[in-house]
């Protein structure tokens, strides 16, 4: 076989997998994200997981204290990357009830989501930030100062 033929064997298969290699956006392939929530029943703060996950994986947590049968809660989340966006599925799980929702959210957008039968009753607040982003690593460096510390300095002459 001849570089030419082979060349046009494996030309257009070759073409077609950088295609759809080029064409699927980031999110779509396991981009990394951060999701900080805070989960309230009646007004009153039950649960502030923060969580690593990747887009198009399902992200499970849940909270059990020590030899409790059922958990605190458990948590699924389910996000897909679309475009600039991400499509996400909620499901909280409480021994008193559970509550379900679907959302779209962009990269650093909070959203306050009203899972009960009525309002203030099953509230999740939810924030999604890509982890490769400036905002999430200036996030992260105010979370680790704590107040009234003093960063160490260094210089050189």
């Known amino acids: 076989m001849d570089r030419t ?24 392939r ?8 805070e989960v309230r029943r009646d007004g009153r703060l039950i649960a502030q997981p923060k969580l690593l996950g990747e887009a198009g994986r399902t992200l499970r947590a849940e909270r059990r204290r020590p030899g409790a049968l ?6 699924v989340l389910t996000p897909r990357g679309e475009g600039d966006s991400f499509q996400l599925e909620l499901d909280l799980s409480l021994p008193e ?17 009203q899972l009960g039968r009525v309002p203030g009753e099953l509230e999740v607040s939810l924030l999604l930030m ?3 982003s400036p905002e999430f690593r200036a996030l992260m460096q105010l979370t680790d100062e704590a107040p009234g510390t003093v960063q160490s300095v260094s210089s050189s002459m």
């Open 97 to 113: 009830g559970q509550g379900h929702s679907q959302l779209a959210l962009l990269h650093g957008q909070e959203r306050k989501l």
């Open 30 to 37: 396991s981009e990394p994200l951060y999701f900080a929530l």
């Open 70 to 75: 059922v958990p605190d809660y458990r948590l």
């Open 130 to 132: 890509k982890v490769d």
């Open 5 to 28: 033929s082979l060349l046009k064997t494996w030309l257009p298969g070759l073409a077609l997998v950088l295609l759809a290699f080029v064409s699927t956006p980031a999110q779509a």
